[in-house]
């Protein structure tokens, strides 16, 4: 997609940037002690904790993610915030108020009360470590994806930019400076996406939206081959034509002025069929030629030829079509998209001779079928065994995963009681539930209004925001990545107490003073940060809810039997909690790397080992069994069972 820097986006994204650095150099002043750096003195109020924990947790994936996959899939994309939310039910009955109990700055506390494991201190670290890197990946995706728009720089300078300014923020300041930018960016998120829901209410819907490209068909007809025959009097010539998985695509070239061919303008259309009758309709595409090239629609990028996409086909209002209609409330909205039809666009690349070509084409789909689960998650018509396994795993990993996370389990650590604990996660959860309901009226506005990135669908979001006005579009952008930084600064936070407190003074036994302690968290962010760089650039282009959910796995996997045991079974031993971590990690992590998604970006044109794309199903059991098995195992070798505890 063709962007172009807005002076007012530039400029409220730096005064945001420096006020962000302001507020870290005031706390970092504040910040004396490692309880200070770590847990920000355990002295946050309740209320602030619940709406920084909304916004540690309401990340890229929630603000840029479900948006765009929304967008893209409809009510499918909903399901991820469904499964997030879901996941907060588990931390508010069963972990908050056990877990501020029995720790002091980290998951590995917790696990490791009862005990004084070395097992435990190294898998619980290295676990954090893990699971923080697996979600600071899609923040970092979603950052790079900010700042084109937004800054018309590089997807990778937005990751470094990112990056940097993170590592500074937690450097400085540790989880104060954290927290309240947390706290501030999910109170601006909340209310800003409710200004937008309340935008797409009143303007309602069009089939013609501002900006919206008139994609151009051709009758053609096609012979006893199969191949198109075009009619001389169109403005093309046919060139060729690629069957992809049971569809045709048809390569034309523009006709010059002299009636011949113009050399190198190619242009890609799909075939369809409507009563009896075949015409060609105009695609989006992107063609990495075999001179090195890349060509957009036919034309060089700075043509500016390739266009946001997103529109109706048909509006129905009470069974009668109309061409628009305005000031709807939230129920004649999702009714009239159920009843109406909406163009989506579908994806499919394959090579074409020395080309490699990626194809995006006009599908149009019933809003019945956007509006219930099906175009992504296969568990209705055109379901197997395998896709209905995927989706169970899925949301295994979502409803699990959320208190399992290490950034969202240290907030716990940052009040000064278990009562606050469970305050704090009620605010959370009645915000989080608030802006998931407004996500799915921002993705399905998207999805109709013609803002639609089909490059990123991380966009949507912000492009939405941008259909109102460049001014609301540079506030949500500045918000959005906010978003980012927020979260990463709290992933952050969560590695270095990881490598200080657990690996190397509870493990390793360096036993260092606390300025050490503080002085080595930093430098541990720094490292950290420069990893989490790399991965943000080596995924440019996923979809970040995706990436969250295997993170989310890896969590639900690694951690979560092990707190769960650790509360309710009184016969779980150091031994049990040490191989189910190091069991449920190793395992996620091992049938993420041989799943199909995977084996696609890798470019491997082979069958993938594993079938699914999500490994909950399979690593979540793995973990409670390894667990009770190895318990069992080591009761007298051991230590005494652990003491009968309680969520209450």
Not at 161 to 180: K, L, N
Not at 228 to 239: D, E, F, I, R
Request: glycine residues 10%; negative net charge.
């Amino acid at each position: 997609m063709i962007y172009d820097a807005s002076p007012i986006a530039v400029g409220l994204f730096v005064a945001f940037v420096l006020f962000v650095l302001g507020l870290s150099f005031y706390f970092a002043r504040r910040t004396k002690d490692s309880k200070g750096y770590f847990a920000a003195g355990g002295q946050i109020h309740w209320s602030v904790n619940g709406i920084a924990f909304a916004g540690d947790y309401l990340s890229a994936a929630s603000f840029l993610g479900i948006a765009g996959m929304i967008a893209t899939v409809g009510y499918d994309g909903f399901l991820y915030s469904i499964g997030y939310l879901a996941g907060w039910i588990v931390a508010l009955f069963v972990v908050a108020e056990p877990l501020k109990r029995l720790g002091k700055y980290t998951f590995s506390d917790a696990l490791d009360a009862k005990f004084n494991s070395k097992g435990i201190q190294l898998t619980a670290g290295i676990s954090t470590l893990v699971v923080s890197l697996c979600y600071l990946i899609p923040q970092m995706v979603g950052a790079g994806a900010l700042v084109t728009p937004l800054l018309g720089l590089p997807h990778f300078v937005g990751v470094i930019m990112v990056g940097a300014i993170v590592i500074f923020i937690v450097a400085t300041a540790g989880m104060a400076s954290t927290t309240y930018v947390q706290f501030l960016k999910g109170g601006l998120l909340i209310v800003f996406s409710t200004v937008m829901v309340i935008l797409v209410l009143r303007s309602g819907f069009t089939l013609e939206p501002d900006d919206y490209h008139d994609f151009e068909t051709i009758p053609v007809t096609v012979d006893d081959t199969g191949t198109v025959v075009l009619a001389t009097q169109n403005p093309h010539v046919y060139v060729g034509q690629e069957e992809v998985d049971d569809h045709t695509f048809v390569r034309l070239a523009e006709v010059g002025a002299e009636g011949d061919a113009d050399e190198g303008i190619e242009t890609w259309w799909s075939l369809d069929e409507g009563g009896g009758d075949y015409f060609l309709r105009e695609t989006l595409s992107i063609v990495e030629t075999g001179d090195g090239d890349t060509l957009y629609n036919g034309a060089p990028k700075e043509d500016e030829e390739f266009f946001q996409v997103g529109h109706f086909n048909r509006i129905i209002v009470d069974g009668e079509e109309v061409e628009s209609v305005e000031g709807l409330n939230p129920a004649e909205f999702l009714a009239i998209i159920e009843d109406s039809e909406i163009v989506r666009f579908s994806k499919e690349t394959f090579s074409s001779g020395d080309d490699d070509v990626t194809l995006w084409y006009q599908n149009i789909t019933s809003g019945e079928k956007i509006m219930r689960p099906g175009l992504k998650f296969k568990v209705d018509e055109g379901s197997t065994t395998s896709s209905k396994l995927n989706f169970v795993s899925l949301m295994l990993a979502l409803f699990f995963g959320t208190s399992a996370l290490p950034h969202i389990l240290i907030r716990y650590y940052t009040v000064p009681s278990q009562t606050a604990a469970r305050k704090s996660t009620i605010v959370a959860i009645a915000a989080i539930g608030f802006f998931y309901i407004l996500t799915l009226f921002m993705g399905l506005g998207a999805m109709i209004n013609g803002v639609l990135d089909v490059e990123s669908s991380n966009m949507s979001a912000p492009l939405l925001a941008q259909y109102f006005g460049t001014a609301l579009f540079a506030i949500v952008s500045a918000i959005a990545f906010a978003t980012v930084l927020g979260t990463v600064s709290g992933l952050i936070v969560a590695s270095s107490g990881a490598v200080v407190h657990d690996l190397m003074n509870s493990f390793g036994g360096f036993n260092l003073s606390d300025s050490a302690q503080v002085a080595a968290g930093k430098i541990a962010a720094v490292v950290v940060g420069g990893i989490a760089i790399l991965l943000g650039i080596y995924f440019k282009g996923a979809n970040v809810s995706f990436l969250v959910g295997l993170a989310f796995a890896v969590a639900a996997s690694a951690n979560l039997p092990a707190i769960l045991m650790l509360l309710f079974w009184k016969k779980t031993t150091a031994r049990g909690i040490a191989a189910s971590v190091l069991v449920g990690m190793v395992s996620a992590l091992v049938l993420i790397l041989l799943s199909p998604s995977m084996y696609e970006r890798y470019g491997v044109d082979a069958t993938a080992p594993f079938p699914l794309d999500n490994p909950g199903i399979i690593s979540i059991p793995l973990s409670f069994v390894t667990l009770i098995v190895v318990s069992l195992l080591t009761q007298k070798p051991d230590s005494e069972p652990v003491e009968e505890t309680s969520a209450g």
